[in-house]
Nanobody, 122 residues
Framework: QVQLVESGGGLVQVGGSLRLSCAAS????????MGWFRQTPGKERESVAA????????YYADSVKGRFTISRDNAKNTVYLQMNSLKPEDTAVYYC???????????????WGQGTQVTVSS
């Protein structure tokens, strides 16, 4: 079992920045691929970014490339999502996930956090 707790969401103006954190506990975090997803009402959950267990390989959705950075600190069992140059369309509930059932940049993960709201105001 893996427990995931996100934090760092909030209200920010267009062009601003936020850093989301996801603290993991349970099975070995160091060997687990991680991902960040987001969802808005009426839309399917979409993958935003993902990172392999080693931290060497990362994936970004086209919509966030160059603006978002995913990273991890295995010593702290934490994965981060640094979000810069935020746009209104980035408004969503952001979820952290662990242990993909398929490719690490896919949509199928075994463990999910409860989500944190990010609102970008114009």
């Amino acid at each position: 079992q893996v427990q995931l707790v996100e934090s760092g969401g909030g209200l920010v103006q267009v062009g601003g920045s936020l850093r989301l954190s996801c603290a993991a506990s349970g099975r070995s975090f160091r060997s687990t691929d991680m991902g960040w997803f987001r969802q808005t009402p009426g839309k399917e959950r979409e993958s935003v970014a993902a990172i392999r267990w080693s931290g060497i390989h990362t994936y970004y959705a086209d919509s966030v490339k160059g603006r978002f950075t995913i990273s991890r600190d295995n010593a702290k069992n934490t994965v981060y999502l640094q979000m810069n140059s935020l746009k209104p369309e980035d408004t969503a509930v952001y979820y952290c996930a662990a242990d993909p059932r398929g490719p690490y940049n896919g949509l199928e993960y075994n463990y999910w956090g409860q989500g944190t709201q990010v609102t970008v105001s114009s």
